[in-house]
């Protein structure tokens, strides 16, 4: 399959005082078109760092990142927000949504900075809710939604732009047993029915499971990736 994201010699460091931490070191990873990829290691091996890198959020202190034929790291902070808006949808651990806004006005909130009119970013909106099963509660706000319900809203917010790339942080870390493999369900059929290129950072091996490939970090090295049978 044709490389969609390309990272080469990526190092990142941090100034802190006088002090230079460096976080990663030389990392050069490829993740093909269609690929699910989960990144794990312990607390502080980068692998947070590494994801906001791929997703356009951080820019590295050294190497290249090529997303979709992109020179991504050369881009400056404008041309960068575009890009992200453009091809990258962000799901976190802690939903982020905005508590006055109903799920649709939520899932709309991407779509304001397009030329889509008012209706056509309703119809998208219902589009994207009706994907993760929860177009009967378009009207709620996310305090009447469960965790499991709340992360489906945010997942809808992400694809609503239809996006190559999905980036997720920990997009489980919140949710009980049950709501998390529902979760990770959903994410898998985005990478296999619908094609979306998925990286997601997790510190549990059982949602590890659902992805294709799983890249482990240790101390901004890469250690290892392991081809998998998704669950």
Not at 4 to 17: A, D
Not at 57 to 86: F, H, M, T, Y
Not at 156 to 178: F, K, M, N, W, Y
């Amino acid at each position: 399959m044709d490389a969609l994201v390309s990272l080469r010699s990526i190092k990142k460091s941090y100034q802190r005082g006088t002090q230079k931490i460096e976080v990663l070191h030389g990392i050069d990873l490829t993740i093909p078109k269609g690929d699910f990829v989960a990144l794990m290691g312990p607390s502080g091996s980068g692998k947070t760092t590494l994801l906001n890198l791929i997703g356009g959020l951080d820019s590295p202190s050294s190497g290249e990142i090529n997303v979709g034929g992109q020179r991504i790291d050369a881009l400056s902070s404008n041309k960068l927000s575009n890009w992200r808006s453009r091809n990258v949808g962000f799901v976190f651990q802690f939903y982020n949504l905005l508590p006055t806004l109903s799920a649709q006005r939520n899932v709309e909130l991407p779509l304001l900075l397009t030329n889509l009119s008012a209706s056509e970013r309703r119809r998208n909106a219902e589009i994207a809710l009706a994907l993760v099963g929860l177009a009967d509660r378009s009207k709620h706000l996310p305090s009447e939604l469960s965790g499991g319900q709340q992360q489906r809203v945010s997942i809808a917010r992400a694809i609503v732009s239809d996006p190559t790339l999905l980036i997720c942080d920990e997009p489980t870390g919140d949710l009980d047993r049950q709501s998390a493999e529902e979760i990770l369900s959903l994410l898998q059929l985005l990478n296999r029915e619908h094609g979306k290129t998925i990286v997601m950072v997790t510190h549990d091996p059982k949602a590890a499971e659902y992805a294709n490939r799983t890249v482990h970090l240790d101390k901004g090295t890469l250690v290892g990736v392991n081809d998998a049978e998704a669950a």
